[in-house]
């Protein structure tokens, strides 16, 4: 039997190692029937339907889906090619009084030298501020969805993703730190630097979640403990709340007696700019933790 | 139209891209492929809002040697709105990854017409 | 500068048109990871390092483990479903002709 060039691989690949349990299992050259595997095209109707409508679907769902796909991307190609020339300097998207005067007085109005975490944190911190709620939201509606059931698992050590692999152990053990340390940096320099609040936590969460795949939920919940979880989330949305609620009651003075603006390009600098991405920071690793926790089934 | 179109690459490709997610979007029936779907399509409009932002030989907005002046950095707007978008498809992702969580455990099948045959024929056994 | 950027760009098509006509999850998820790096390479060519960093975290990092976790949850309970209804299945045609 003919094999294709993704099968030989997928043999090679899974020959003595297993991926995870993954890669499709070769029996005897032909693909067993995975049925959650079964990514072949097209929807059939549902429903009682006569044979003939049912041949009729499966012939016409196809096709008039790939032809609604060719029409939209005819159209958008259409717009596209009315569009200013990419990279032009004068286009209406470009030319705005706004961004202007993001530019020209961020540093002296919010002392951040990245002028994206000036925006998204001072000048649209309220973008931020519902954002991370529908973070917030997103974790607790996973855990209603994956908690709120009544059996609980019988055999607690095969749910988890425990991968008894030295070379990936000792990867661990040299990486986490240093991605863990990395997160911390690119969270605090967010001000200064790229990065900030979402892509520090982000590796945070990240580096969590390899140290927790290595060495397992008791090792991570050492670095951080999984009850303190929701304290941290609560407490970091409750600071940003209050601290840009009071600006914004304010009319929009915020705090800047308190939280001065300072010499741009310290570390202590750009007023509000630094405790909001650590709050942001924390709720972001805290909420991809959870994620895996939750997918993993471990206590929250 | 052709010039057009190629000097406007990095939008057309993300046309395609989008093109392809709402193809995947229609014409696969598992649900773990829709969501990778919906992650493709995802990715490709924020492609097309930050290539809106590009000017053509300017710095990253990211204030250097203290130069404030709006012409010598490329445009800060799609950057900040598009950051916020990513961390919200994660989230949007995990939860359609909870509810296929769901679904598959009730009906040991990620087949949504499989899904939708069985809930079907509970409704009909209701009746 | 243009060919390293068109080379990206025809890489990106190449990836985003292969995670969805792969037939394997596993294989389909992998290029996507790979798509997510690409894109976040690309970012970084639009002078957006932000997003660059953003994406290489979130887009490769977390939404591939994610989704990883729940295949193999599938994974898991598949085995779980067809070691319980191993004698059912014997008798009964459960394939329709899907």
Same mark, same amino acid.
């Not at chain 1, 159209?75 to 961004?99: R, T």
């Not at chain 1, 200064?192 to 919940?221: D, H, N, T, W």
């Not at chain 1, 972001?284 to 997918?295: D, E, I, K, P, R």
């Given at each position: ?79 596209? /090619? ?14 705005? /009084? ?89 969270? !605090? ?20 979640? !390899? ?90 | ?19 392809? %997610? ?14 990778? +779907? ?14 809106? %932002? ?11 040697? +203290? ?12 950057? %900040?709105?598009?950051?916020? +978008? ?11 990854? %909870? ?29 | ?98």
């Amino acid at each position: 039997m003919k094999k294709s060039f993704k099968d030989r691989l997928q043999a090679w690949d899974s020959g003595q190692f297993e991926l995870g349990d993954a890669l499709v299992r070769e029996t005897d050259g032909r693909r067993p029937p995975e049925k959650e595997e079964d990514v072949s095209w097209a929807h059939v109707p549902v429903g009682r339907v006569s044979q003939v409508e049912r041949r009729l679907f499966r012939v016409l769902y196809p096709v008039l889906a790939g032809l609604l796909a060719l029409v939209m991307i005819a159209f958008l190609l259409f717009v596209v /090619e009315q569009l200013p020339a990419f990279g032009d300097a004068l286009s209406p998207a470009n030319s705005s /009084e706004v961004i202007k005067r993001y530019i020209a007085s961020g540093l002296t109005e919010t002392g951040a030298v990245n002028i994206v975490a000036g925006i998204i944190l001072d000048y649209r911190a309220f973008d931020t501020l519902g954002e991370s709620h529908v973070l917030f939201t997103a974790a607790i509606v996973v855990f209603i969805l994956l908690l709120a059931e009544t059996e609980l698992p019988d055999k607690p050590s095969d749910r988890r993703i425990l991968m008894d692999d030295l070379i990936f152990k000792k990867t661990a053990f040299f990486l986490s730190p240093f991605i863990l340390l990395f997160g911390t940096y690119v969270i !605090l320099n967010g001000h200064l630097g790229p990065g900030g609040g979402f892509s520090g936590g982000a590796l945070i969460g990240a580096g969590l979640i !390899l140290v927790s795949m290595a060495f397992g939920p008791r090792v991570s919940g050492r670095i951080v403990a999984l009850k303190s979880y929701r304290r941290i989330v609560l407490v970091s949305l409750l600071f940003y709340s209050l601290a840009k609620g009071y600006s914004f009651f304010c009319g929009a003075n915020g705090l800047h007696t308190i939280f001065r603006p300072g010499t741009p390009g310290r570390i202590f600098s750009a007023g509000l700019i630094l405790p909001l991405n650590i709050a942001v920071g924390l709720v972001v690793a805290c909420t991809m933790f959870g994620f895996y926790s939750l997918f993993t089934r471990e206590s929250v | 139209m052709l010039t057009a179109l190629w000097n406007n690459r990095i939008e057309v490709v993300a046309v395609i891209l989008f093109a392809v %997610g709402f193809s995947t979007l229609l014409l696969h029936r598992n649900l773990l492929k829709k969501v990778i +779907g919906l992650n493709i399509m995802d990715t490709a409009a924020y492609l097309f809002l930050t290539s809106l %932002g590009y000017i053509r030989d300017r710095l990253s907005p990211i204030i250097t040697d +203290g130069a404030t002046d709006p012409e010598a950095y490329v445009n800060p707007l799609p950057a %900040g709105l598009v950051l916020t +978008g990513i961390v919200v498809s994660v989230s949007v992702t995990a939860v359609m990854l %909870g509810l296929t969580l769901r679904l598959y455990k009730r009906y040991h099948t990620l087949n949504l017409d499989e899904i939708y045959r069985m809930t079907h024929e509970e409704q009909e056994a209701e009746r | 500068m243009d060919i390293i950027e068109i080379f990206l760009l025809s890489l990106i098509v190449v990836c985003g048109i292969a995670t969805c006509a792969s037939r394997n999850l596993m294989v389909s998820l992998i290029i996507f990871m790979a798509y997510s790096v690409l894109m976040s390479i690309v970012w970084a060519f639009l002078k957006a390092p932000d997003l660059a960093v953003t994406e290489a975290a979130v887009g490769a990092g977390i939404s591939g483990i994610l989704l990883f976790i729940t295949l193999k949850r599938i994974r898991d309970l598949r085995e779980e479903h067809e070691a319980g209804t191993a004698e059912e299945k014997e008798a009964g045609p459960d394939e329709e002709e899907l």
